[in-house]
């Protein structure tokens, strides 16, 4: 567990390494992301710390967003006249964005 | 005899403790689950949601400001970002299929991208919305530190994209278990995609709890989202902008 946290970190620090020298528009932990992805497609297989890391994080992804979603209650005074519309164009949109996305992906994808 | 200053002393040492803002989150998230698990895993109790909750009445109650809050919790924040990379394992797992799947999932990406911010844009307009709000929704689709420098970019307030970004990630677990049946998925790879397309990592959260596979495409759906979103979300906004754009929108 400990071994394969460090494997991780090492991979998130050096993301965020590449996202500062190249001013990347991306977050330094996407840029880790993909660095781990092409490490292990080199190295050819998933060591079993990182295995046993991933699967133990994973359970607490949700949890490490109620910080940031606690924050949202801030920002109603934002939106006091419109609410009504600006929910509705959230809610269309993601129903619009997901069928899209859904549909384009079944079409293309063999079967 | 209890000293009531004293108490009250006490009491300040606790609350303004770093440890108490990552514990209320602790037993908030725990709540979550169990509330989750008691209502047969009903989405509107999707245990983030009902734990923000519960934690946003929490610091009412302790006097906590939301700042000092977030402040003493930035290491689980940090953390976040060390889970991200951890995505790369599932997707790792998923290769093979990623392989056969490549074009397929670049191209929906990409015109999902392209579509998430015409869509938000067009509805926007319709309704008459202000041009600062039709700005800030134009990004919601992306995780929310992508989304914050880009919305800025082009002219939209960080805080509403911030906000929107999450409201829109919260349809996610929300509407996913209605939309999967209302489109039944051949593989888990659609419905990844499909999911980290508009809800990205709070998606992601949703969808690793569907298969690990489904988790892998979601995570891929939220990360290239975001890098061709954020290469292109200037083109596509003064597209929609331009005199036929605009044209076409009225």
């Given at each position: 567990m400990l071994m394969g946290l460090i494997i991780l970190v090492v991979f998130q620090l050096a993301g965020e390494w590449l996202a500062g020298y190249f001013s990347l528009p991306l977050p330094g932990s996407v840029c880790?992301?993909?660095?781990?992805l092409v490490f292990l497609?080199?190295?050819?297989?998933?060591?079993?710390?990182?295995?046993?890391?991933s699967n133990k994080l994973f359970a607490y992804l949700p949890m490490l967003l109620i910080p940031v979603t606690a924050g949202a209650y801030s920002w109603f005074g934002f939106l006091s006249t419109s609410w009504l519309e600006i929910g509705g164009v959230l809610l269309l949109s993601f129903f619009a964005t997901y069928s899209f996305a859904f549909i384009l992906m079944s079409k293309l994808s063999p079967r | 005899m209890i000293d009531f200053e004293k108490v009250q002393f006490a009491n300040q040492v606790?609350?303004?403790?770093?440890?108490f803002g990552i514990l209320i989150t602790f037993m908030c998230f725990q709540s979550g689950r169990f509330l989750f698990e008691k209502t047969g895993r009903f989405p509107l109790?999707?245990?983030?949601?009902?734990?923000?909750?519960?934690?946003?009445?929490?610091?009412?109650?302790?006097?906590?400001?939301?700042?000092?809050?977030?402040?003493?919790v930035e290491v689980l924040h940090w953390l976040l970002g060390t889970v991200t990379v951890g995505l790369a394992v599932p997707l790792y797992e998923s290769l093979r299929r990623l392989r056969s799947l490549f074009f397929p999932v670049f191209i929906t990406v990409i015109s999902s991208a392209a579509f998430a911010v015409f869509i938000v844009v067009v509805l926007a307009r319709v309704l008459g919305l202000d041009e600062v709000f039709v700005k800030s929704l134009a990004t919601k689709s992306v995780t929310t530190p992508i989304a914050v420098s880009l919305s800025e970019e082009i002219g939209g307030k960080a805080a509403l994209a911030t906000f929107f970004v999450l409201v829109t990630g919260l349809f996610g677990p929300i509407f996913v278990p209605l939309l999967l049946k209302i489109f039944p998925a051949r593989?888990?790879?659609?419905?990844?995609?499909?999911?980290g397309v508009p809800a990205h990592a709070i998606g992601t959260a949703k969808a690793l709890e569907i298969s690990r596979e489904c988790g892998a495409?979601?995570?891929?759906?939220?990360?290239?989202?975001?890098?061709?979103?954020?290469?292109?979300?200037?083109?596509f906004y003064d597209a929609l902008f331009s005199p036929l754009g605009a044209y076409l929108i009225t």
């Open positions: 880790g992301l993909f660095l781990l497609l080199l190295k050819g297989s998933v060591g079993s710390p990182l295995l046993a890391a | 606790v609350v303004s403790h770093p440890l109790f999707f245990p983030l949601l009902t734990a923000a909750i519960l934690l946003i009445f929490l610091l009412k109650f302790f006097g906590l400001s939301y700042q000092r809050y977030f402040d003493s593989n888990d790879a659609i419905s990844g995609i499909a999911i495409f979601a995570a891929l759906a939220m990360s290239l989202m975001g890098l061709i979103t954020a290469l292109f979300c200037r083109g």
